[in-house]
């Protein structure tokens, strides 16, 4: 069974003050690795895909990097509107296509 | 583009009623996925259709819970008694048809569903 385990449950940080949130996951073969962003009230919205151990993916403030084990997403000189919830989710191959989804990380960037 | 949508956004009833759910997925979108948050806990899956064929609908909890997709187009998701567990948040995905193993699925913005 594929399981995902995201750390730290919820990050305070001061506007420009970087950080990186944590996703361990167990998965028999991935297929791939998905970073979300959800706002309150919103649906998750897709940020990145990571396939293979080494792979970087970057957009704006945010950096996705992924081992054989966890992926970090990386957040350089956040601003307050960075504050949401992220979310990691892995797809197995065992596992068809189905999300397996961590349970969040709820950023929030002080001004 | 539009993305995928949902309605209706919130629905509150009553135990013993019925409820259904619809959604309509990104236009060309052959994949469309639901899953829902209870109480707090992460999103989990429930099906996975291809078309208008269920693909995977290992994670339904229970034959209350029907889902169809006919024409291949809008899906709907029916709760035939609902109980009071069934409470949440009900997400509906869609992903295009690619030739790759992996494909990023673009989540609706939800239906909150209220049992009382």
């Known amino acids: 069974e594929d399981q995902v385990t995201q750390s730290p449950e919820a990050l305070r940080l001061q506007e420009g003050e970087s950080s990186s949130l944590n996703c361990s996951y167990t998965?028999?073969?991935?297929?791939?690795l998905f970073w979300y962003r959800q706002d309150p009230g919103k649906g998750p919205e897709f940020l990145f895909t990571?396939?293979?151990a080494g792979e970087e993916k970057e957009k704006e403030r945010l950096k996705a990097t992924l081992t054989k084990k966890e992926s970090f997403l990386h957040i350089t000189a956040p601003k307050p509107e960075d504050s949401a919830t992220y979310l990691c989710?892995?797809?197995?191959?065992?596992?068809?296509?189905?999300?397996?989804f961590g349970s969040g990380t709820q950023l929030t960037v002080l001004p | 583009e539009a993305g995928v949508t949902q309605f209706p956004s919130h629905s509150v009833i009553e135990k013993g009623q019925t409820v259904t759910l619809r959604c309509d997925p990104i236009s060309g979108h052959d994949n469309l996925y639901w899953y829902r948050r209870v109480m707090g806990k992460e999103i989990k899956f429930l099906l996975h259709?291809?078309?208008?064929?269920?693909?995977?609908e290992s994670g339904m909890p229970n034959n209350r819970f029907l889902a169809e997709r006919t024409g291949g187009t809008y899906s709907t998701l029916k709760v035939q008694p609902a109980e009071l567990e069934d409470s949440g948040v009900y997400f509906c995905?869609?992903?295009?048809?690619?030739?790759?193993?992996?494909?990023?699925?673009?989540f609706g913005p939800g239906t909150r569903l209220t049992v009382l």
């Open positions: 259709f291809v078309k208008e064929s269920k693909q995977d």
């Open positions: 989710a892995v797809s197995g191959f065992g596992s068809a296509r189905q999300l397996t």
């Open positions: 995905a869609s992903s295009p048809a690619t030739p790759t193993p992996t494909d990023t699925q673009y």
């Open positions: 990571l396939y293979s």
């Open positions: 998965v028999s073969g991935l297929r791939g």
